[in-house]
């Protein structure tokens, strides 16, 4: 730590009251520590202690410097336990909250592969809307949010960000299930079943719909994706999703994503986020490591594909 033999002396002498008891508590001799005391003074162009018949005593100046060294003693105390932490974590636990879309995906997996190899770690997930996960993040209620479209926000900072394009989802014996990639146009007349239209979804499938000029008239409009997974599933229509909420069921063959290969279409943004000033602890520290490094994985593996 930056000038720490300098912080210890100040701390013990203002303990002390004295130079000399202050120098043999720390093992080293009066001469040494008296000249780092002047040579502080003199940096900062005010005297730390009055000298006194009987030892020293804080000036005014003295008493804000040593509150800040106290401080600045504390703040290192608690880094090197968290970097003792990263090295050997302890048990501990993690809160986050996501969306239902995201807990439904690949969330299971990823977080069965983080407890396994951490057994003594828990992680307590809750699951809401996108505005729900920004709010209990800034509230404090949970540590860590995850979430795609989720607005910027005084007071919340990204840890991670990835971009997630939207596909065709269809069951695996539509015509179009082997096609790599599709247009838009591939899918006029064929039957929608869609994200409801209070969905950032949603909002995000319009924007990609609107340059077709033709109605959108879904057979059905839902906020569960498992419905909507489940519709596909049985052929009672197509719809558009990410990748994420349906790649397990993609990985069993029960479902098919096609990226859509229309230049207008914006990626979603999925984000990791926290308060900005909130400290982790080493539980939260390995577990945002962990889940980051498995989110760059999977949407490394949509955009080679």
Do not use: W
């Not at 302890?90 to 986050?96: D, E, H, L, R």
């Amino acid at each position: 730590m930056l000038h720490s033999r300098k912080l210890r002396y100040i701390d013990e002498i203002a303990r002390c009251g004295s130079i000399r008891k202050a120098a043999s508590r720390l093992n080293v001799a009066s001469s040494a520590v008296n000249r780092q005391i002047i040579a502080l003074e003199e940096e900062i162009g005010a005297p730390i202690f009055e000298r006194l018949p009987r030892g020293l005593r804080l000036t005014a100046a003295g008493e804000l410097f040593v509150e800040h060294i106290r401080g600045v003693m504390k703040d290192y105390q608690r880094l090197e336990a968290r970097i003792r932490g990263l090295k050997m974590p302890q048990a501990g636990k993690v809160t986050m909250a996501t969306t239902v879309g995201l807990a439904a995906g690949p969330l299971p997996g990823v977080v069965a592969r983080f407890l396994d190899q951490h057994p003594r770690m828990a992680i307590r997930l809750r699951t809401d809307g996108p505005e729900s996960v920004l709010n209990s993040v800034l509230t404090g209620e949970v540590d860590l949010g995850l979430g795609l479209n989720l607005s910027p926000a005084p007071g919340i900072r990204a840890l991670a960000s990835f971009e997630v394009p939207l596909g065709l989802v269809v069951a695996p014996g539509n015509a179009l299930a082997r096609q790599k990639q599709v247009h838009l146009a591939d899918t006029i007349g064929m039957p929608l079943v869609l994200a409801h239209t209070d969905s950032s979804l949603r909002d995000v499938i319009n924007l990609a719909l609107a340059p077709l000029n033709v109605p959108v008239e879904p057979l059905l409009e839902t906020n569960s994706m498992e419905m909507l997974k489940q519709l596909v599933k049985i052929g009672t229509g197509v719809t558009f999703m990410n990748p994420l909420d349906v790649i397990e069921d993609c990985r069993r063959g029960e479902l098919a994503f096609l990226p859509l290969a229309d230049r207008h279409i914006r990626k979603q943004p999925l984000k990791l986020i926290a308060r900005a000033r909130a400290p982790f602890d080493a539980t939260a520290s390995v577990f945002v490591e962990h889940l980051t490094s498995v989110l760059a994985e999977l949407t490394a593996e949509f955009h080679s594909a």
